[in-house]
């Protein structure tokens, strides 16, 4: 056992399997007490048991560590709050949360119902705010702590998973949130994009070079919840990691602007924008138009999750969100 995250106590989200189940098994390891949260459910988010987080606790004590299993539902209020009454009440402090649990509806746009948007939004994107909400006021009062959101490279865009890519969009602006709102309380957040082996990625139909295992995103889960990245002052920072690669990701700002005179109409617009500000060309939307036989076997910094049946996988990591030959230069 290691001591990285030694006297620590842990609550990971999404915990029973796959990648949350990696981040609390390498937590225990690394002599965190966990809290074991998973609803247990099929990848659609359908058919609960609470079977799968009690099996992750026993895999723990086996190993000689210390978890508790919480099989609610994060997508709920009561749910989130669970989670962090359980650590209060079993090991008396809360140091770390990770938000790993995650479901998948996939549909075009205009095929895509209620029933596809509002679960997938609920489980990410709510299912992160309601473990942030809670933990975030005990570490605040605590003056500690450190919140990861789980989103992915499909926060780009994604062709089939407007849910998906909305939900994890909306996840690093709440990490972005809760980092500019805790910093003054010594709490850090930070969001891992992840590209790693588990059920979700095995509905991918390619080969891809740059994947790796659930292991690998737990070991920069640790990293992250662990002292010596407080010391390093990481936080609102969005991290891909696949396989042999770690990735972070650029902040967004205005990439050009140009300021004209008078007020604007529609048409002073049309005549201006073109010439000035033009457009930052989207690297996933070049890559569909691109022709087959390319660079398909890397996934990058967009998810493999993310990737839709049939589509071109992303081949594009950070260093080519910069501007591209024929983008118009600064005004
Ligand atoms: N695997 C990848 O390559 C990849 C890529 C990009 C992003 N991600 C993200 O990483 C996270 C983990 O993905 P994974 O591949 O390990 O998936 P997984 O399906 O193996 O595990 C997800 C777990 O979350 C649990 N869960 C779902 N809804 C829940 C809820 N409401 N409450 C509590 N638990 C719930 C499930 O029961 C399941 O055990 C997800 O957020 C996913 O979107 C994964």
């Given amino acids: ?18 990648i949350g189940r990696a981040v609390a098994l390498a937590c225990a390891a690394e002599g965190a007490k966990v809290v074991v949260n998973d609803h247990g459910v099929s990848i659609d988010g359908s058919s ?9 606790v026993k895999e723990i004590e086996a190993a000689g560590g210390t978890a508790v299993a919480v099989a609610d539902d994060i997508a709920t209020m009561a749910g989130g709050a669970r989670v962090v009454d359980v650590a209060l009440a079993e090991y008396g402090r809360l140091d770390g949360v990770v938000c ?7 549909r075009m746009l205009f095929n895509m119902s209620e029933d596809e948007w509002d679960p997938v939004l609920a489980t990410h994107l709510k299912g992160t705010f309601t473990v942030f909400r809670a933990a975030s006021a005990v570490m605040r009062a605590q003056r500690s702590g450190t919140l990861i959101g789980f989103t992915s490279g499909s926060h780009q865009g994604s062709v089939s998973q407007a849910n998906y890519s909305a939900a994890k969009g909306g996840v690093i ?48 889960v640790v990293y992250l919840l662990s002292e010596r990245a407080r010391a390093e002052r990481i936080t609102g920072q969005v991290y891909t990691i696949a396989g042999p690669k770690i990735a972070v990701w650029a902040q967004p700002r205005e990439l050009r602007a140009a300021y004209g005179e008078g007020p604007w109409t529609p048409d002073r617009i049309a005549d201006f924008l073109p010439g000035t500000v ?15 036989g390319g660079d398909t076997a890397r996934a990058d910094t967009a998810s493999v999750s993310d990737l839709p049946r049939g589509a071109a996988p992303a081949a594009t990591g950070p260093a080519d969100t910069g501007r591209r030959p024929g983008a118009r230069p600064p005004a």
């Fill in 1 to 18: 056992m290691g001591n990285f995250l030694a006297g620590r106590v842990v609550a990971v989200t999404g915990a029973g399997r796959g």
């Fill in 48 to 56: 609960p048991t609470s079977a799968v987080a009690d099996r992750v």
């Fill in 100 to 106: 790993v649990a995650g479901i998948l509806r996939e």
């Fill in 173 to 220: 602006s709440l990490v972005r949130s809760a980092a500019l709102g805790l910093h003054k309380y010594g709490v850090t957040a930070n969001a891992v994009a992840p590209v790693a082996r588990t059920r979700m990625s095995a509905n991918v139909p390619m080969e891809l070079k740059e994947i790796g295992d659930p292991e690998d995103v737990a070991a920069l």
């Fill in 278 to 292: 033009g457009t930052d060309p989207m690297p996933l939307l070049e890559r569909l138009d691109a022709p087959p």
